[in-house]
């Protein structure tokens, strides 16, 4: 095997050390495993791997070899892990990328090279080649039964506001009426059911008994929001809202501690099932990417391959992220698609392999557990046989138009209000707030048919097809049932006309109330609610073009295919086309979209109707407003999210955006010259989160770039440790000791420095830079003139610069 004791000088030569320099070598253990460190001394020129060619010293024996390939850096990184917590990230601060995967690859190194020593280190080596499968593995098994958990629990609680199966309590209305031989209970007419009027004596029907219904409605949509926003509150504030815009900042890389913890997983799972239950607008299937991301990012520390790697433990959320959306739809594929397409920033084919295996194993786990025992994962399953006619594209595209339209106002009234509320007053009264919504939406859902059912029951409905069996207002048609396997196209009854007016009712109280919910101090999704909009529209959309077809069968639009008699048109299938325009406008999403709607009704012959309808949908959307709903909320909390997807089309230089401007001082250490002092004052007078490290104040040339976390780590670590450092010694960032105050032993950080940061030139056109800061995840640059340092340029810096080009204001970025 190659061995890679080899070093450059900053100039590209090679150094040449003349006496044994290589003999002092410092084993220390980690976690059992053995690693050699060792520190150059004065002799040797320090690796740097701007460059990629290494040559050979053949002057050096074997033992010296084995000694220092374990300290080469890799990208100007050394191993520092003997010093507790170097390497880790503060609170609301931007992970650095290219640091995080050079320490994996020194730490994959370091394994390959001692599989051959022992069988111990070669199983070691083993177990990190097939953690990263077997972490998965449990993300999709947890994810699986949890989600089987909320499903039973939120369908339980849901049916608890209308009644209770006295035999067993435990038992929602469906599944009480399984032991009844009666095949109808869409009205309560399921004698092992009974209504809260019941209960109390009352008969089923009447006023007095509709008023006893109404008030426990309320009550226990009350008593279920209560409880959820109390806990949301006492226990994790991080537990509310969908979750998806942190989500994917965090895979960004941003950094927000407790936001994907234990107490967030047990409350949100917990305040999603009270909440879904409470009736409010909302849905589950968006917060349960936010649970899964919480399994795997407490999972990944059972691996320190991935727990202490914030790189690497985001390529297991990326997995976790698809394993969510696939137990929310039954979607598997979808779910890896959503992943890539909606919530990674870095994805590589490795992580695709690895989603697809994790959403595998927990739609797997879900079907095993069978919430809702129809044998799918979801409660809106659908099957359609009939085929499409060509023409009926012109009227999907239609959907999609006024998908994208809906999906516009609703983003902009809902931004509007989530602005309001973070000014006003009505920020500080979370509960209070919930409460009141939660009552305006049960006082004003009960009274409509279809606002009074659960959501997913409603968009079930919608989706379905009329049978003989149907007795809802939607199949009131005028029509002879003479062949059960063929329905003959009829005229609308006055039912049918009595549930569009409701419907439209419906429409409007969902589309207003959903407004108002997405940002409330609950657990609530956004997915739900906008197929629900969506499918509303579209099965109205279904019934005109069906009740058209009725009247006018030869129209050159149905092309004779309705001149037959036969049902040629589906107005289910005008609801999913139209569910899909909705979610795809609110959340731009295309490709996942179609996959995840075509996994749920099982009907891949509607692949080019949803494609039309998604596409539509989108690009009204972004012709009417920017961003989708969760980009809009990322940039409504100020997170340092750079969108891959935007470009940047100004002109402007990295000497208009760094920090400090021209002439104006710049924070650095000098690489021998500071004290502990020195460094410490530094570090009280500025905020910076890292430094820049040159050779003197006077002659500015680069050394390298120091973390501020590491120095203040590094610091106190050696008052602790070592005996001899106070205030006066000095710093030193090279091999060298300092002549300066003989009185003290020097602190050599030489370890903590990074010696080959990403560096511009003042002249660079921004546009570059910020394909650097996308394609590469940095978190700062070093800008430089004739290799002297002139300042720097941050994540937040890239975004504040963005964002004052656009004519918005600069300051609504709030993090690093």
């Not at 053995?34 to 740097?48: G, K």
């Not at 914030?310 to 969510?324: C, V």
């Not at 207003?512 to 909009?533: A, E, H, Q, R």
């Not at 300092?738 to 990403?758: T, W």
């Amino acid at each position: 095997m190659e061995k890679y004791p080899l070093r450059k000088t900053s100039s590209g030569s090679t150094a040449s050390p003349t006496s044994p320099t290589y003999q002092s070598m410092n084993k220390k253990y980690s976690n059992g495993a053995s690693r050699a460190t060792y520190t150059p001394t004065e002799e040797m020129v320090e690796i740097s791997t701007s460059t990629h060619g290494y040559k050979r010293n053949p002057s050096l024996d074997e033992e010296d070899d084995e000694a220092m390939q374990y300290t080469i850096s890799f990208g100007g990184i050394q191993d520092t892990s003997e010093i507790p917590g170097i390497g880790q990230y503060d609170d609301f601060h931007t992970i650095d990328w290219q640091r995080d995967i050079a320490r994996d690859r020194m730490r994959h190194r370091h394994l390959v090279k001692k599989k051959q020593d022992s069988i111990w280190n070669l199983v070691e080596g083993a177990h990190d080649a097939w953690s990263g499968w077997l972490c998965v593995l449990l993300v999709g098994l947890c994810t699986g039964i949890v989600a089987g958990v909320i499903d039973i629990g939120a369908s339980w609680m849901t049916d608890l506001k209308f009644g209770i199966c006295p035999q067993a309590f435990w038992l929602n209305q469906e599944q009480c009426c399984w032991s009844s031989n009666e095949t109808g209970f869409d009205n309560g007419n399921c004698s092992h059911w009974y209504t809260w009027a019941e209960v109390l004596g009352q008969k089923n029907e009447g006023f007095g008994a509709y008023t006893i219904s109404y008030l426990f409605y309320i009550m226990w949509a009350l008593l279920f929001a209560a409880l959820s926003s109390s806990l949301v509150r006492m226990f994790a504030p991080y537990a509310c809202g969908s979750g998806i815009p942190e989500i994917k900042t965090i895979l960004s890389g941003f950094i927000i501690r407790g936001y994907l913890g234990k107490w967030t997983l047990i409350i949100k799972s917990v305040g999603l099932i009270l909440s879904v239950s409470s009736g409010l607008s909302l849905g589950k299937e968006g917060p349960m990417v936010h649970i899964a991301c919480c399994i795997g990012n407490i999972l990944s520390y059972l691996f320190p391959k991935y727990g202490r790697n914030e790189a690497k433990k985001r390529e297991i959320l990326s997995a976790a992220a698809a394993a969510g959306v696939s137990v929310a739809f039954g979607a598997p594929i979808g779910g890896v698609l959503f992943s890539l397409e909606e919530v990674s920033y870095y994805f590589p084919l490795k992580t695709l392999w690895r989603s697809f295996f994790c959403a595998l194993i927990a739609a797997f786990i879900l079907r095993s557990i069978n919430p809702f025992g129809n044998e799918h994962s979801v409660l809106f399953y659908v099957e359609y046989n009939k085929p499409w006619i060509f023409s009926e594209l012109i009227p999907f595209i239609g959907l999609g138009i006024v998908g994208g339209v809906i999906a516009t106002l609703f983003i902009k009234a809902n931004l509007h209000w989530c602005q309001y509320r973070k000014r006003s007053r009505l920020g500080k009264y979370p509960v209070t707030e919930v409460l009141a919504v939660t009552v305006i939406t049960a006082i004003v859902a009960y009274p409509n048919r279809y606002t009074r059912m659960s959501t997913s029951q409603l968009i079930y409905l919608l989706f379905s097809q009329c049978g003989i069996s149907n007795v809802d207002y939607l199949c009131d048609y005028n029509r002879n049932f003479t062949d059960v396997n063929s329905i003959e196209i009829a005229e609308a009854g006055a039912g049918v006309h009595k549930a569009i007016y409701l419907l439209v009712m419906a429409l409007v109280l969902k589309l207003i109330m959903t407004v108002f919910t997405f940002g409330i101090k609950v657990p609530c999704g956004l997915f739900i609610p906008s197929l629900c909009l969506g499918a509303i529209v579209g099965r109205i959309w279904g019934i005109a073009m069906e009740q058209l077809a009725f009247y006018y069968p030869k129209n050159w639009m149905f092309t004779g295919e309705c001149s037959t008699g036969d049902d040629c048109i589906t107005p289910g299938l005008y609801a999913m086309v139209g569910a899909a325009a909705v979610l795809g406008g609110v959340t731009r999403m295309t490709i996942s979209l179609v996959v995840i709607m075509f996994e749920l009704t099982g009907g891949v012959r509607y692949i080019v109707p949803l494609m039309a309808a998604a596409m539509a949908s989108k690009w009204v959307g972004d012709a009417l407003g920017k961003q989708g709903i969760y980009d809009a909320h990322i940039a409504l909390n100020g997170y340092p999210f750079l969108d891959s997807k935007d470009e940047f089309q100004h002109t402007s230089l990295a000497a208009d955006v760094m920090q400090p401007k021209r002439n104006e001082l710049l924070s650095v250490i000098t690489q021998d010259s500071m004290t502990v002092d020195d460094i410490e004052n530094l570090l009280k007078e500025t905020e910076h989160n890292g430094y820049p490290v040159v050779v003197s104040r006077e002659n500015q040339y680069l050394v390298g770039f120091v973390l501020r976390r590491d120095l203040n780590l590094s610091i106190a670590n050696a008052r602790r440790m070592i005996e001899g450092i106070n205030g006066k010694s000095t710093v030193l960032f090279t091999n060298g000791n300092s002549s300066q105050n003989l009185g003290s032993s020097p602190l050599k950080l030489k370890k903590i420095l990074d010696m080959a940061p990403i560096t511009i030139t003042d002249q660079t056109p921004m546009e570059t830079v910020v394909d650097m800061f996308r394609k590469l995840g940095l978190r700062q640059t070093l800008v430089t003139h004739n290799g002297r340092l002139l300042g720097v340029i941050t994540k937040k810096d890239v975004l504040r610069h963005i964002r004052q080009m656009d004519n918005e204001d600069p300051s609504s970025v709030l993090f690093n």
